[in-house]
């Protein structure tokens, strides 16, 4: 073959190490030789879907209209539940009609707005440590990422100031992650106000992954980014029923805000795939507007694993922030290790996984991400075997 027997494209060849390999390996060498492993590694909820949810999906399966092509925007009634679901949760006003586009999970409409949004050329400002989405989709589109480093000097806040002015020239386009993976950060309105002069200034469309906004703790509510007066001007903002309603299996998601914006990733989904299952839909326009105690049960349960967790690392003399939201801690590893070196550590040692910061870009160097999705007692389990290893 021409290609020297590769014949993968260059996006694929292009594509960043993937740096969980080794730590993939020897987990699974350590299961195979029957050691009790605690797996803190992934970040998929532990929990169950709500009955009520499941109880829909399956009337919804066996109704013959929702077994046929979805149109590619989504059902109305899932938009409008969309819209309703804003307002009452940001006090965010939403066209159903233009200013909302369901998704097949927000991670397709991430790696879909580099298609709609970027130009070979062109530039998308991306946050490291962060999810690997937002930096392969525009590797894929042939735009460039320019990374905008994530450091606890910040609060794991971008420094605006600190983005090299030659990027930013050919930026189209501005990631934001808050709640944060996998720092755990958050952001407050007064950041996105300053963010969004900053976009306004330098001609960026804000582009908000607000997939952990309602996974926050202590009674802590954050905000979206569409509450900044104006903000639909400049933003499109994703969120996801996968943390939210545990959902991560249903593939089930949507983007809000600018029209234009809105109407650009419809117009790449229209292309590329045919929307999401009705019947999925239809349970998930259910979630979003029956009783939210379901939500408030699911803060309840990881807010708890967050302090049981928190307090154990730091009484072994470990440095984290107490996690606010989201269902990660973002540790510093100890004196003598890297990221890599500390989670083969805990691995070997303790049978604990987690996963090296650095695998979330450079700046993550240094850290190691746990996931609060065990019980209580496996945390506290965790804790002591990791007390043993120090
Ligand atoms: C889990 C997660 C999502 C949600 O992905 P889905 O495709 O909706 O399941 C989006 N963004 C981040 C940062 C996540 O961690």
Redesign the pocket.
Known sequence: MASGGDRRAQRLRLLPPYLFKEIDRAREAARAHGVDIIDLGV?DPDLPTAPHIVARLQQAAENPARHRYPSYEGMLAFRQAVAGWYRTRFGVELDPEREVVA?I????G?AHAALAFLDPGDAALVPSP??P?YNIGTLFAGAEPVFMPLLAANGFLPDLDAIPREGLRRARLMWL?YP??PTGAVADLDFYRRVADFAREHDLLVCS?L??SEMAYGGLRPPSFLQVPGAKEICIE?H????TYCM?GW???FAVGNAEAVAALGGVKSNVDSGAFEAVQEAATLALTADQGTVERMRQTYGERAEVLYRGLTSLGLKLARPQA?FYAWVEVPRGFDSASFARHLLEKAGIVCTPGNGFGAPGEGYVRFTFTVPVPRIEEAVARIKQVL
Do not use: C, M, Q, W
């Open positions: 970040g998704l999970g927000s991670k397709e991430i962060g999810y989405v992650n944060n993976n992954d997939a952990y994703f996801s029923l996968s943390k991560t593939r089930i998601g989201t």
